[in-house]
C-alpha cells in the first residue's frame, strides 16, 4: 500500500500525564452570594480529589495506573488521514482526524467518564447520579460505573427520554437506572410535575434533580457527575490531543496549522485542542477553532459575564460566555451543542484571543456529515458535522491560498443513533435558525446585575 | 500498566493474501436440473472475477492493493484480552476476542463488501442489488459501494424495514436506495402483493426480488451481490483469522486451543475460523466450535442434504445442512441467524468432523451478553451473544478441568441498533424457543426427492 491511512500508537506509548490548561490561563473563580466558592464547599456534590483537581493550576497531573487501565479498553484511539475527503475538495491541504467513535459508547465522553467514576470508586463513593440530554453523557457514564462497580441514576430529559429509546437502552444494558426528567424522586421534579405536569423537561431541570439526588442522600455515599464545562473534565479529555500530537510526528507533521472541533459545552474541542492551545501560548503560530452551532452562538454572539451553569441557578456564578441561563436553544439534532454557556477554560481562552470561534448553520454542517460519510466512510454524529464543516471551509480556504496547510480535528462520536437527522435532512424537512440579536439581549436582562469577571 | 490489553497490528503488517478453504475440503458442486452448474450460467448474477473466485481451489489469493486500502479505513482490527470476563467467570482460560464491531457500518460484513464492491467496479459493472433481512449486510454493502462509487439498491424484509428505521436510513445516509420487500418494482415481489398484499415479508422474497432487478437490468450493468455462504464470501472474511494468528503470536500464545464463533450463513464464523481449520487439517489440537441458535439448529438437528439457498428455489442446488428452504425460524432477536442453512464450506467441514456445532438458546445468549457489557464494555450484536455464550461454557469448563486453555472467539458486531431484544430481555418479555424434530421432519419432505450430496 503506498498511503498509511491510520496512525495507530500502543497501550504503552499512551500519554502518562493528563495537561491543565488551568496552569497557563487563569480563570476567574467560581462565585456565589458570599464571595468565591471554596473547595469545602463542594464536599456535598463532588469527591474531594475531583475536587482537588477542578482548583488545581499544576500543569501535568499524572494519569492514574488504574484509569489507564480503563482507557486501554479501547484507547489509543486511531489518527486517520483523510484522503478521499481531500481528494473530494480537491484541497493542497493534508486533513487528519483523531477518531474518537470507536469508544464502546460511542463518543469521547468515557474519557471523563471512566476518570470520574474511578476518582468516586477511590474516595469510597458508592453511588453517582448525573442528568443526560440527548443521552451521549448518559451512556458514557452509565459504562463506566459498569466497569468500575458503582451504582449510576441517569435523569434524562423527558422528551429525549421518550424521542430517543435506544440511548436509554444504552445504561440500562450497563446497568444503569435511567428516568424521565422531572421525575416525582426529587422535590424539584415534583415542584415542576405539579406546575406544568406535561413538560417536555429540559436539560438544567434535570441538573437540578441529579445534583439533588446527591446531596440528598442521607448515607453520603452518592455524588453527581458532569460531562463538560468542568476544568477537570476538560484535563481528563486532553489525552485526545496528547495523543493527536505523538501521532502527527509519527506522520511526518512538524505541527498542525488549523485544529478544529465542535463545542457545546467544550470538553471535546477543548480535549484536542489544549494541547496545542498551549503550543500557541509558547509562540507557535496555529488557528484553533471551536466551531458552535448558529442557532446556539454563546461564543460569537454571547457576552464574557458571571452566569450560572444550570436554568434553576443551583450552579454558583461561573465566568464564560453566556446566551443566559433562560435561553432555550432551538430544536436542532445536535443536542450536544444546545448548552447557553461555555466550558470556563475554553472561554477565558477565547477572551485572551487563543482562539477562533466559528457558527455555523445546521443544512451546512449535514452536507459537510453526508460527505464525511461517503468518502471517508463513517457517519458523523450531528455535533462532530459542525466541525467537518468548518474542515471543509479550511481546506477550500487552503486551495485558494494554494497553500499545504496540516489540517487536524476531532471526530467526536459516530451518528449510529442520531440518524432521524440525516432522514430528516435528506427529505428536505430541515432548516437553519437563525437567532436575532434583540432575542438574545432579552435574555440577557437577568444577569444585567450579576458581578463581571 | 502492568497488562496489555489490546494487540494492535500496522497497516503494513496486513494479511496480503486471503485463505480459500475450498483448496482443503472439496464441496459438492451447486447442482441444477441439468446437472452441475458451470462458471458461465453465472454470468448475469455476479462479475466473472467473482465468479471465477466462487470456482477457485487456490489455497491462497492475493488481496488487491485497491481492497486493501479500503480495508485500511478501519482494519487490522485489534484482538483484545478480556481479562475482566476472565475474572468474572474465575476462569483460569486466557480469552481473547477479535473486535470486528470497529467498522463504520458495525460488524464483519464490509470485509467482504468492499472486496465484492470492488470487484464489480474492476469488472465494469455501476450497480449492485443485494437483499437484507435485519440490515446488517444492506447497511454493509451501502458503506462499500458509496466508497467505490456504485449505486446500491437494497431489497428489505418489509418487517425489519418497518421495525428498524435506523438500518434503513443508514443505508440511504451512504446514498442506498432501499425499498420494502416484496415491492412492486419486481415482477416477484408483484406476485407476492397481489396475493398477500399485508405480507411482513421474507428473506427469501428479498433475495428473489434481489436477483431479479440484477439480471432483468437490459443495460447488462446491474449485478447481485450475497453476504454469506458463497465460498468467495467466506474467503474475504478469512482476513480475521489470519490478522488473530499473527495477533496471537506477539500475545505470546503459541497456540489457541478453543476457536468460537456464532454462525447463520456461515461467514463471520469461517472468517475466523478457517485459518484454524488448515491448523487443525495439518493435525493441531483445536475445538472449533460454529454456534447457532436452538430455534434454528442447522448444523445440529439438519441433514447434510442438496437445498436451495432461498425459499422461492430462485437459486441453484447447495450441498449444505438445512432444516429445509421453507422453514421459517422463530422470531429472536439475531436476524443474522435466522437461515435455513449453512454455507457449504462450514456444512462440508462439520461433515467431515472438523468442527463442533453447538445450539444455544437466547435466554443463555442474552445472558452472557450482559455480562460481556458489564465486564468488557462494548455492547455484543444479538448474534454475537451466541458465540459469548458458548465462550462462558467453554471457560467454566476450563476451570473445572483446571486448565489454562487460550480461548479465542469472534467479536462479530456491536448491538447499538438492536438494543429492543436487550429491553425485551431485561424485563422479560422474552423466551426460547425449542424446535420441535417433527417440525424438522416436517419441513424437510419438501426435499426428500432431491439429489444426495
Redesign the interface.
Known amino acids: 500500500?503506498?498511503?498509511?491511512?491510520?496512525i495507530?500508537l500502543?497501550?504503552?506509548d499512551m500519554p502518562r500525564q493528563w495537561y491543565n490548561l488551568a496552569a497557563d490561563i487563569k480563570v476567574p473563580p467560581f462565585m456565589s452570594p458570599n464571595g468565591p466558592v471554596p473547595e469545602e464547599a463542594w464536599a456535598p456534590v463532588f469527591p474531594m480529589n475531583l475536587v482537588e483537581q477542578e482548583y488545581s493550576t499544576q500543569r501535568w497531573i499524572d494519569i492514574p495506573?488504574g484509569i489507564?487501565?480503563l482507557l486501554?479498553?479501547?484507547r489509543p484511539s486511531p489518527l486517520h488521514r483523510a484522503y478521499?475527503l481531500e481528494q473530494a475538495i480537491g484541497t493542497p491541504a493534508r486533513i487528519y482526524y483523531k477518531n474518537e467513535s470507536?469508544s464502546?459508547a460511542?463518543s469521547h465522553k468515557p474519557n471523563t467518564a471512566v476518570a470520574q467514576a474511578w476518582y468516586n470508586k477511590e474516595f469510597g463513593i458508592t453511588r453517582l447520579s448525573t442528568e443526560t440530554g440527548a443521552g451521549q453523557w448518559g451512556s458514557a457514564l452509565a459504562?463506566a460505573c459498569?466497569?468500575v462497580g458503582l451504582e449510576c441514576k441517569v435523569f434524562m430529559v423527558r422528551i429525549s427520554f421518550d424521542q430517543k429509546?435506544?440511548r436509554k437502552?444504552?445504561m440500562?444494558?450497563?446497568?444503569a437506572t435511567c428516568v424521565a426528567s422531572p421525575s416525582k424522586e426529587t422535590q424539584a421534579g415534583r415542584n415542576i410535575l405539579e406546575k406544568t405536569p406535561d413538560t417536555p423537561g429540559s436539560l438544567g431541570i434535570a441538573i437540578s434533580e441529579a445534583i439533588e439526588a446527591a446531596v440528598t442522600d442521607t448515607t453520603g455515599n452518592t455524588r453527581y457527575s458532569l460531562g463538560s464545562v468542568l476544568n477537570h473534565v476538560m484535563m481528563h479529555q486532553t489525552i485526545i490531543g496528547l495523543e493527536a500530537k505523538k501521532q502527527l510526528k509519527i506522520a511526518g507533521e512538524n505541527k498542525a496549522d488549523v485544529i478544529i472541533g465542535c463545542a457545546g459545552g467544550g470538553s471535546n474541542f477543548a480535549g484536542l485542542a489544549f494541547p496545542f492551545v498551549l503550543d500557541k501560548i509558547n509562540g507557535a503560530q496555529i488557528d484553533i477553532i471551536p466551531v458552535e452551532p448558529a442557532s446556539c452562538p454563546t461564543l460569537t454572539k454571547g457576552p464574557y459575564v458571571y452566569d450560572h451553569g444550570d436554568t434553576a441557578k443551583m450552579t454558583p456564578l461561573v465566568a464564560m460566555y453566556s446566551l443566559g441561563h433562560s435561553f432555550v436553544p432551538a430544536p436542532i439534532h445536535a443536542g450536544g451543542l444546545r448548552y447557553h454557556g461555555m466550558a470556563p477554560l475554553v472561554s477565558k481562552a477565547t477572551k485572551e484571543g487563543l482562539l477562533s470561534p466559528l457558527a455555523l448553520h445546521q443544512l451546512e454542517s449535514y452536507e459537510a456529515g453526508?460527505l464525511f460519510?461517503?468518502?471517508?466512510?463513517?457517519?458523523p454524529a450531528p455535533e462532530t458535522t459542525h466541525a467537518i464543516a468548518a474542515v471543509i471551509r479550511e481546506a477550500k480556504k487552503a486551495k485558494e491560498e494554494g497553500k499545504q496547510k496540516v489540517i487536524l480535528f476531532n471526530f467526536s462520536g459516530?451518528?449510529?443513533?442520531d440518524?432521524?437527522g440525516?432522514?430528516r435532512f435528506?427529505t428536505g424537512q430541515l432548516e437553519n435558525y437563525e437567532l436575532p440579536d434583540d432575542v438574545i439581549a432579552e435574555n440577557l436582562k437577568e444577569i444585567a446585575g450579576y458581578p463581571k469577571p
Do not use: C, V
Request: glycine share 8%.
Open positions: 500500500m503506498k498511503k498509511i491511512r491510520k495507530l500502543n497501550e504503552s495506573e489507564l487501565e486501554t479498553k479501547w478521499e470507536l464502546p460511542g459504562f459498569s466497569l429509546p435506544y437502552l444504552m440500562q444494558t450497563w446497568g453526508i460519510a461517503k468518502t471517508e466512510g463513517i457517519i459516530h451518528g449510529l443513533l440518524l432521524t440525516y432522514d435528506l
